[in-house]
């Protein structure tokens, strides 16, 4: 195992920057955030403008000096290290022993990343160009179905990484849909959602994406399986549709050849170290390839190289992923708050929360650093949110009033994706910059006047901790940018609270198990080991399906 990847920093917790910070938190040292928004000081370093976006920080609670001591833990745990090592291919995923190399999947042509004697940049560009020219066939009709009729449909069959990833930056980037393929995402093993999906798509015009890294993941194969007899039947029995119609994205050779796929022609691959929720760049995107072209999925690839680019040599004071790390870790690890809600105020960026939802939370929900002490701190918070103005409409109410203070992050365009849209931008985009300057603001007893008895009822607190990232328009690049930015920023917290970020043991428990009940509950085998209640929930589920 690399020394890079054991070699970690001592808790932060024990470092005198976290001493500090902890005591400006427990006293509630807060600037006043009306006061201080015409601060020059504050405006010059905490307004960041990287690689497209401008993100404000000043009306977060956190002035300058904080700000310089955030700065000063992060050097002191090494973040630019450890970054470097990532970026190099050091094995920071120490407890599986490999690299992270999902920064690798958008390499420039051109250029090279010899890692373990291996140039990594020639596997990943040969793989794009077989997705490229599969795309092209597909869009000019010549890649077809069993009976020679071009594709009208595409239905990607995965979970987890290998749907929110793709699902996401499918509906983020739909108004650059240049196949006119009808998209769809089936990743929930509950029937209702295959059905839905194929509901009035014809058998002879789909194409299927399967996606599963070891093409055995319970919930995508029993899909695939179902999503097969379907195809099946409606080539009249006839099996060749499964290879004509159905390709795989996995590393699992002989399984997608045993499903009827053939490996040598339909199965796009990709590498151990490319975990799920950071594979959207690899052949895991080929349905978003599919949809929007391989020219704006180069682009969207680059916008990643971008931040990348930005993060691995921009000064600490103006590192867009490093700050944003900073203020996530001072409002949850520091200050306490719990959650995070991540508002953009675009609804084709709406699913853009709960692509972060596994991003964050599978990524830095964590208890033990890499070397399997605790952590001692709190480590990733309930990552949340949904589109603005739908959510203005539903939890803000909260957000403004509530007894919980949930930290935002904003996430806006200047212009709309269509000209003749502008009119309506313009007004989500004032939405976006009221509910700014409310939450931080807020308003007072005097402000409200009118009627006393209600002034209680109508006044906002302020002060809530808002971030705004504005960007010129959503787009494949701009969006490129915006999940690499939030990946570094996941990175940047875990490696100043030491954790492993690109592990997930978390998640093997509850499957294990499912494994063993789908049998009992099937009548294969009724002599489990559970817990009495266990037993008793299995009970009540045999009775009611007897009925």
Known sequence: MADEAVNLPGPAAETAEWSALAALAAANERHDVRASLADSERQSRLVVEACGLRADFTRQLCDVP???????????QEVGRSAAAMFRGEHVNATQDRPALHTALRIPPGESLVVGAIDVAVGVHSELDRMASFCDAVAAGERVGHNGKKFTAVVNIGIGGS?????????????FAATGLDVRFVSNVDPADLDRALTGLDPETTLFVICSKSFTTLETLTNAKAARAWLISGAGGDESAVGAQMV???????????????????????WDWVGGRYSVGSAVGLTLMLSIGPDNFRAFLAGMREMDEHFASAPPESNLPLLLGLIWLWNGSIFGHETAAVLPYSSDLREFPMYLQQLDMESNGKSVRAD????????????WGDAGTDSQHSFHQLLHQGTRVVPCDLIGFAKAARAGDQDRQDLLTANMVAQAEALSVGR???????DPTLAPHRTFPGGRPVTVILAEQLDPR???????????????????????????????????????????????????????STEALLDAVRQLRSH
């Open 66 to 76: 904080t700000l310089d001591l955030l700065l000063a833990l992060a050097r002191t």
């Open 478 to 532: 701009t969006l490129g940018r915006l999940i690499a930015l939030y990946e570094h920023k996941v990175f940047v917290q875990a490696a100043i609270w030491g954790i492993n970020p690109f592990d997930q043991w978390g998640v093997d428990l509850g499957k294990e198990l499912a494994g063993v009940i789908a049998p009992e509950l099937a009548g294969e085998n009724v002599a489990g080991d559970h817990d009495p």
């Open 248 to 270: 795989a994205v996995s590393t699992g050779e002989d399984e997608v050849a045993e499903f009827g796929i053939d490996p040598k022609e339909s199965m796009f691959g990709f």
């Open 372 to 383: 399997g002490t605790p952590v001692g701190v709190q480590t990733g918070p309930v990552v």
């Open 444 to 450: 007072t007893v005097d402000e409200v006047g009118g």
């Open 163 to 175: 749907n929110l990833g793709p699902r996401m930056a499918t509906e983020a980037l739909r108004p």
